[in-house]
């Protein structure tokens, strides 16, 4: 079969012939439909974060049909069209069983650590395989398993109850999922902080409140907007001590700021003022978890989250198109979502 993969840092991937990957006995082969093109997959070809072992087949977002199933796969039948939880996890380890499988002792990632997706066909345990309700599309599916259900488990982390109000620092991929997730889930207000103008309006579509730092001090702007109190929870997508530290302000009494963004420089907070004086939380999240996929495929299928405009780019499994979608990522040029269509 066709596959795209890495051969060595720092060089272009390259499209190579390959076996079918061989199917174990709880193991479903599924035939690609849709693998998308992320960030992280910019950051394994550069070397800026390895993924080995090498060649390696990228693609951790990925959507299709089960082609194949083995012996005592129970779960899903051939022709059953899944998404693929990246994350291989063992579901016995201490981890595992307290249902925090991201940290699973020998968990591994599907086009990070293990083949992944950008290819005809790719193996995963039948577990992985989360059925994809026909009216999602497949390469809404293969989206919905990275940025979508990485904004949902910040959401749980926030533990995001009806009717409170929260607000999401950084309207990118990550963003527009949450301002959608948080008003299916129940928030009353849902407040949108980002510096583009573009960005805004489509979160405002989405039934965000904009705010623009460029229009001035967005905590003072949140607290305007929520009568001097605060958002109950704040979500920083961004990755700067500067939006870490308005998310804590921004926050109410008890109010939580959950920290999805990754930053290189210390985080410095007035303790007293920001965290202690209102029992107010800081809280990371990383990744999610396979127990949350159904909840969130069915907020897709009754349009609660909808991808349309942010997946608008499909190209061929082709090396050039996704180098040059790949080279659009390190310029943080791209638009768009766009996603492999083999
Ligand atoms: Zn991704
Ligand atoms: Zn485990």
Redesign the pocket.
């Known amino acids: 079969m066709r596959a795209i993969r890495l051969t060595s840092p720092g060089r272009p991937v390259e499209l190579h012939d390959v076996p079918v990957p061989d199917v174990g006995p709880r193991d479903v082969l599924v035939r690609v439909k849709a693998a998308g093109i992320c960030h992280s997959d910019a950051h394994y070809r550069a070397g800026r974060s390895p993924a080995y072992p090498l060649p390696l087949t990228l693609g951790h977002e990925v959507a299709g049909v089960v082609e194949r199933v083995g012996g005592a796969v129970t779960l899903v039948r051939p022709g059953d069209r899944v998404a693929l939880h990246y994350l291989i996890?063992?579901?016995?380890?201490w981890?595992?069983a307290r249902g925090q499988?991201q940290f699973?002792?020998?968990?591994s990632m599907i086009g990070h650590f293990r083949d992944g997706g950008w290819a005809e066909y790719v193996a995963v345990p039948e577990r992985n395989a989360v059925r994809l309700p026909d009216t999602v599309p497949f390469e809404h599916g293969a989206v919905l398993m990275c940025s979508s259900s990485t904004a949902l488990h910040a959401l749980r982390k926030g533990r995001l109850a009806g009717g409170e109000t929260v607000a999401v620092f950084g309207v990118g991929g990550l963003g527009m999922s949450a301002v959608q997730l948080a008003r299916a889930l129940g928030a009353l207000d849902v407040l949108a902080v980002d510096l583009d103008a573009d960005k805004l309006r489509l979160a405002g579509e989405y039934g965000a409140i904009p705010v623009n730092p460029r229009d001035g001090d967005p905590v003072a702007a949140i607290r305007e907007r929520t009568g001097g109190r605060g958002v109950d929870v704040a979500l920083e997508l961004i990755g700067l001590p500067l939006t870490m530290r308005q998310a804590v302000q921004a926050l109410a009494v008890q109010g939580r700021a959950v920290v999805a963004g990754l930053a290189d420089e210390p985080l410095a907070l007035d303790t007293y003022r920001d965290l202690l004086g209102k029992e107010a939380e800081l809280i990371g999240a990383n990744d999610h978890l396979l127990q949350e996929m159904p909840l969130l495929l069915e907020l897709a299928r009754r349009g609660a989250l909808d991808l349309r405009r942010v997946v608008a780019r499909t190209v061929p499994l082709d090396a050039a198109a996704v180098n040059g979608a790949l080279d659009e990522l390190d310029r943080f040029g791209a638009p768009v979502r766009t996603v492999i269509v083999p």
């Open positions: 996890a063992c579901a016995d380890c981890h595992c499988e699973c002792r020998t968990g």
